[in-house]
């Protein structure tokens, strides 16, 4: 076991460990935002034929020599190609065809004229300018050509790739399943959120924080429940857990207090703990333990330190196991717009927005930072690494961050 760590360790560690969820077939449509499984090979050129740029005239570019305004070339129009059908006669010398945007240029033809530069009448159709072969015709594969690479295993289906797999007419392909990941809350003072509460209860927020970033990972969270301070009871939920999901949060109990039961009942759950505390702040406090190649990630039960702690060490692997190829955060340099008015004698992370409207990657840091203030990670999309031994920083002091989306 690894104690008081740095977290980019203790990431190298959970990711060497981290399972990727198995694979299933899936329609497209509705496969927006999952991991391509497969590497996709593009089976077909895109356009597959030669086609028309926009309405016009396709002829053989050798007519038009010596046209000008004063001695347009006449030619004589023998079909018109709409778009979605063949064209039936060759181009010959003399001859045009009337063509539609995205029709495909009839055989002798290598020139297309829009009918704006053009007079016509439906039988003849008059040029003024000369034209080189190939000019304003689509080749074959401009977009894809047959054989190349679409997409690789891990890639996210975005809109373009989307689109993409339907050019090449392919309806369904193989994804990563959404891997179920368990959540647990530990702690006697817990109240859920739809609850009445009293004393010196809290309201039970990890749960929520914790299934909303799963969910927006792609993976399903499901709620096993909550734990009193007791390790058994924390024990028989992980253990549950284990049984039905690839990865399982608690949060609570980890530090070293009288009440921190969670590594404990890692153990007894029959995980081995491969990492106990992180050297860093906030959410320093953590566990994390596996089974069977099935991940476990006790999170502190303050809030921040949660949060902070799941996206410096759980995020990447949690982005593995939904089959991400990148799994690793996008990292860049920020320029800080505030002051930062602590001493960091240990690695510290501060969370904050990117402000990139002069062109430059600045941070606005959340005024308040600290363990168990949450309000201010609203909306927060970087998080800034202060190295351990840092004085209080200066406005325009520039760090490492990384980006959380
Ligand atoms: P612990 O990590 O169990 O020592 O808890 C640290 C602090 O976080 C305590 O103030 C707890 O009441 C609070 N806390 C623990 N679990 C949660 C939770 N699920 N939601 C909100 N606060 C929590
Ligand atoms: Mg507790």
């Known amino acids: 076991m690894e104690k008081n760590i740095p977290f980019e360790q203790a990431r190298e560690?959970?990711?060497?460990?981290?399972?990727?969820?198995?694979?299933?077939?899936?329609?497209?449509?509705?496969?927006?935002?999952?991991?391509?499984?497969e590497d996709v090979l593009a089976v077909t050129d895109i356009p597959p034929f030669p086609r028309s740029p926009?309405?016009?005239?396709?002829?053989r570019a050798a007519d038009s020599a010596g046209a000008s305004r004063q001695n347009p070339v006449t030619l004589r129009i023998i079909e018109e190609i709409p778009a979605g059908s063949t064209p039936s006669k060759a181009i010959i010398a003399g001859t045009a065809a009337k063509i539609l945007t995205g029709a495909p240029i009839p055989d002798g033809a290598d020139t297309v004229v829009m009918y704006e530069l053009t007079e016509f009448t439906d039988d003849f159709v008059k040029i003024f300018s000369m034209a080189a072969p190939g000019?304003?015709?689509?080749?074959?594969?401009?977009?894809?050509q047959a054989g190349m690479v679409l997409a690789k295993k891990g890639d996210l289906i975005d809109p373009a790739l989307a689109g993409?797999?339907?050019?090449?007419?392919?309806?369904?392909?193989?994804?990563?399943?959404?891997?179920?990941?368990?959540?647990?809350?530990?702690?006697?003072?817990?109240?859920?959120?739809?609850?009445?509460?009293?004393?010196?209860?809290?309201?039970?927020?990890?749960?929520?924080?914790?299934?909303?970033?799963?969910?927006?990972?792609?993976?399903?969270?499901?709620?096993?429940?909550?734990?009193?301070?007791?390790?058994?009871?924390?024990?028989?939920?992980?253990?549950?857990?284990?049984?039905?999901?690839?990865m399982v949060f608690?949060?609570?109990?980890?530090?070293?207090?009288?009440?921190?039961?969670?590594?404990?009942?890692?153990e007894l759950a029959g995980a081995e703990v491969l990492v106990r505390g992180l050297r860093l702040k906030p959410g320093g406090a953590c566990a994390y333990g596996v089974k069977d190649g099935r991940l476990i990630f006790g999170l502190s039960g303050n809030p921040s330190s949660a949060m902070t702690?799941?996206?410096?060490?759980?995020?990447?692997?949690?982005?593995?196991?939904?089959?991400h190829r990148r799994f690793l955060p996008r990292m860049t340099k920020v320029t800080l717009i505030d002051s930062f008015n602590k001493k960091?004698?240990?690695?510290?992370?501060?969370?904050?927005?990117?402000?990139?409207?002069?062109?430059?990657?600045?941070?606005?840091?959340?005024v308040m930072q600290g363990n168990s203030i949450l309000r201010t990670l609203v909306g927060c999309d970087v998080m800034a690494v202060i190295p351990a031994g840092s004085p209080p920083l200066a406005a325009g002091t520039v760090l490492d961050a990384y980006l959380l989306y």
């Open 164 to 246: 993409s797999l339907a050019s090449q007419g392919i309806a369904a392909m193989l994804v990563y399943q959404r891997p179920k990941v368990g959540i647990i809350s530990t702690g006697s003072e817990l109240v859920e959120a739809d609850q009445p509460i009293s004393g010196g209860s809290i309201r039970n927020s990890n749960r929520y924080a914790l299934e909303a970033a799963c969910a927006g990972i792609g993976a399903e969270p499901v709620y096993l429940g909550r734990a009193d301070d007791n390790t058994d009871e924390i024990a028989a939920l992980i253990g549950k857990g284990l049984e039905s999901c690839l």
């Open 309 to 323: 702690n799941f996206y410096a060490v759980a995020l990447p692997c949690l982005r593995k196991l939904c089959g």
């Open 13 to 37: 560690i959970m990711l060497a460990n981290c399972p990727v969820a198995g694979a299933e077939n899936a329609p497209l449509s509705g496969s927006m935002g999952r991991i391509l499984a």
């Open 54 to 59: 926009f309405d016009g005239y396709a002829f």
């Open 344 to 366: 960091s004698p240990n690695t510290r992370i501060i969370s904050g927005r990117l402000d990139i409207s002069d062109g430059t990657v600045r941070m606005r840091a959340s």
């Open 250 to 266: 608690t949060s609570g109990g980890v530090s070293v207090g009288d009440y921190d039961f969670t590594p404990a009942a890692m």
């Open 135 to 144: 000019t304003d015709i689509v080749p074959a594969g401009e977009d894809v």
